[in-house]
Each structure stands twice: as structure tokens, then as C-alpha cells.
């Protein structure tokens, strides 16, 4: 930066009496300093902030007004700035005004002080001592406005970084739930083929084999087709009632919950205690829908990883809300696995993530607790309505497995 040229390096010369001003303004143009006799101590703290290098004020200006001003524009100062002030004293003897201007002096912020007579020599070099300050205040200024500037551009930068991804995040929410909502229908319709087509086909095809056994010359072979046609039955239906259970439908979770269980413990050996307690008769159909799902996954995981041989399910009401617990005496998550889940939702597969997606569909919540005594898993839904479960219905229903 050139202070030679930049008119934001020009020195206000503030000096109304004889020819001070024209003298020294004359002195500082010939030395290829910008210069400008100024009539009004206020042209001074307009300028502290900004478009002046320097002030030169003689001493009979200092009135206690002028030093006030100029002390209060001094200290609201921007933080970079420390405008130069180089004031002119009386030369000889010192005066009582001129000992108090001159302590006054203090509290303007950067003084320089020359004794007049001046010689140019002397006035060129403060005045040039005084600009290379002013100019090292402009460069952190245009530094300090740099770093604004980059720090504004990176927020900005930031903010529309988050606002991507909270609408990726959204989109994949909405992807998922709506694979789950699919996936929930292609079950029921799955079931439904199951049941009403592939079953009337077994079920024909057994009452044939029972009429051939009837009149057959080796009706051992027929009655072995027919168990083994008994046993496809059995299984497609219980496959069927595995995608989607008519009794979830027809009378609701706690009968729908009741026959899962029962096969459940056959199947796997565990032993199951349930509990239901529900002060209305029926849930909502999505409620009910979630809460069986998030049962299979739960009782499913207990069966693959936890390695307990006993499971306790409770279902109760709290506040206005329905919390699942379902609760094992296994092995436990692993500490690292279980942090990672609660912080992002990764590391624990489809399963988990699946449950929390389907409860935030529900503005519910999954609760996870783990130990060495086994892993509980919460589920609360808050049921719609002012207050749904303060409604008459049966106080409990408990379930043997």
C-alpha cells in the first residue's frame, strides 16, 4: 500500500490559528503526502475507524470539549485500529493550559508530541512513522475483514452442507419406511396366496389320497403321501401365520403375540414369560403392527446371538404411552457395538436399525440396556388421542408361554 497515494493515508491538519495549517500542509505535499486543513475536531473521530492515516492538532485546540471527543472516539476504536495523533506544543517555558492539555493527552490514545518550532526534517519523519503504523493497522484490517469473509463463506458452505444432508437423511427415512410399509404388505399378501391358494391345493390333494387309500391295494405308500402332505399343510400355514398372522387382524396383538410365543418356544427351546397389560382393548393397527414386528426381531435375535434360555416380554402402559421390554439373560452386547448403535445406528445389521425406524415412523423410541446379565430391549410408542388408555378396558391380561 502506497501512502502516498491511498487517500486512506491522508493527515488531517487541525490548526486554526496564523499559518500553522498552510505551512505544514505545504511541507507534508511537498514531501508527496496527501494533506487537508480541517476546521472541526470532529473530522477527526469520523476518521478513526477509517479514511486517514494521521492527525496533526496543535495545542490551542485541546479545549476540555474537544479532548473528550476525541478520547471517547479513541477508545470505540474497531480493535485494529490505534489512530496516530501528533500534537504541536508551544515552544519555551510551559503554561498551566499547556501542562493540563498536555496530561489530557494521555487518555486521546496514540499521541506523538512536537514542539514547536518545527523543522521540516522533524515533521516529515514523524508524520512518515506514524503512517507506517497506520498502514500495518490497515493490513490486519484487510486480514482480520479477509478471515471474516472466509469464515462467513465456510459457514454458509457448512450450513448447506447440513442442509444436504438432513434431506438425503430425510429421503433415506422416507425410502425406508416405505420399503417397510411394502415389505409389511407383500407379507400379508404372501400369507394370503399361502393360505387361500397353495393350502386348498394340499388340502384337495389329501382328500384325494384319502379316498384312493380307501379302495388302494398298497395303502401304506398312500397313508405315507398323506403325512407327508399333513406336514406341508402345517408348514405352509404356520409360514403363512410367520408373514402376517390373521389373528392380528381379527382379534389383535395380545392373541396374535400369544400364538407367536407358544411357537416360538417350541421351535427354539427358550422359555418365555409374557406379561401384557393393556387398559384398552385394542391398539391402534399400526401400533399393533410394530410392536409384533419388533417381537420377531427381538425374539429372533435372542435366539441367534444371545444364547439365554429364558426371555421375559412385558407390555404395559406409561403415562400415555405402550413400552415392549423385551428382556434375556444372555451374553450381552458388546460395549463398543452397542455405542456405536446408540450414537449412529450402525454396526448391529437391519434388524435394530429396522425396529428404530419403524418407532420414529410412530414418534416413539428404542431403549437398548446391556450387560453381563443379559440385554433389554425397549420399545415405546405414544398411543394417539387426548387419552386412550385411560379408557375402561380389561385391567391385565397375563400369557403363559
Known amino acids: 500500500m502506497n501512502e502516498t497515494a491511498n487517500p486512506d493515508c491522508r493527515i488531517l491538519v487541525l490548526a486554526p490559528f496564523g499559518k500553522d495549517g498552510v505551512l505544514i500542509t505545504g511541507v507534508l505535499r511537498q514531501s508527496g503526502y496527501a494533506a487537508e486543513v480541517i476546521h472541526d475536531p470532529r473530522a477527526i473521530t469520523r476518521c478513526m475507524s477509517g479514511s486517514a492515516g494521521a492527525a496533526i492538532i496543535s495545542e490551542e485546540v485541546l479545549s476540555d470539549q474537544n479532548i473528550n471527543a476525541i478520547a471517547q472516539s479513541a477508545v470505540a476504536q474497531p480493535s485494529w485500529s490505534d489512530f496516530p495523533l501528533i500534537v504541536l506544543t508551544r515552544g519555551g517555558a510551559s503554561t498551566p493550559f499547556s501542562e493540563k492539555a498536555m496530561r489530557a493527552c494521555a487518555s486521546m ?14 515533521l516529515q519523519s514523524t508524520v512518515q512513522a506514524a503512517l507506517r503504523a497506520r498502514l500495518r493497522q490497515y493490513e490486519i484490517r484487510d486480514h482480520l475483514e479477509e478471515r471474516k469473509r472466509a469464515e462467513e463463506e465456510l459457514r454458509r458452505a457448512h450450513d ?18 416405505r420399503l417397510m410399509r411394502v415389505q409389511d404388505s407383500e407379507r400379508r399378501r404372501i400369507a394370503r396366496e399361502l393360505h387361500d391358494g397353495m393350502g386348498q391345493y394340499l388340502t384337495a390333494a389329501k382328500i384325494n389320497l384319502n379316498v384312493l387309500a380307501s379302495n388302494a391295494k398298497n395303502p401304506r405308500a398312500l397313508a405315507e403321501a398323506g403325512k407327508a402332505l399333513d406336514q406341508a399343510i402345517s408348514d405352509m400355514r404356520t409360514l403363512s401365520y410367520l408373514l402376517h398372522p ?11 403375540a400369544r400364538w407367536y410365543v407358544e411357537g416360538f418356544s417350541e421351535r427354539s427351546g427358550i422359555e418365555v414369560k409374557m406379561n401384557i397389560n393393556i387398559p384398552i382393548k385394542r391398539l391402534p393397527e ?3 403392527l410394530a410392536f409384533f414386528r419388533i417381537l420377531q426381531e427381538a425374539l429372533t435375535n435372542v435366539h441367534r446371538h444371545s444364547g439365554s434360555r429364558q426371555v421375559e416380554v412385558n407390555l404395559s ?23 456405536r448403535f446408540q450414537k449412529d445406528g450402525t454396526g448391529t445389521g437391519v434388524g435394530l436399525a429396522g425396529i428404530r425406524e419403524r418407532l420414529k415412523e410412530l414418534g416413539g423410541e428404542l431403549m437398548i440396556s446391556s450387560g453381563e446379565s443379559g440385554t433389554t430391549l425397549g420399545a415405546l410408542i405414544p398411543l394417539p388421542g387426548p387419552s386412550m388408555i385411560d379408557q375402561p378396558g380389561p385391567a391385565k391380561s397375563s400369557i403363559p408361554a
Open 317 to 339: 402402559a406409561r403415562a400415555k404411552n405402550m413400552v415392549l421390554e423385551v428382556k434375556d439373560y444372555g451374553c450381552g452386547l458388546p460395549r463398543d457395538l452397542l455405542d
Open 246 to 256: 390373521p389373528l392380528l387382524d381379527e382379534v389383535g396383538f395380545d392373541s396374535a
Open 109 to 122: 490514545g496514540n499521541v506523538t508530541l512536537l514542539e514547536r518550532p518545527l523543522r521540516p526534517a522533524t
Open 286 to 288: 399400526a401400533v399393533e
Open 160 to 177: 448447506s452442507l447440513e442442509s444436504l444432508v438432513e434431506q438425503r437423511t430425510r429421503a433415506l427415512q422416507e425410502l425406508s419406511l
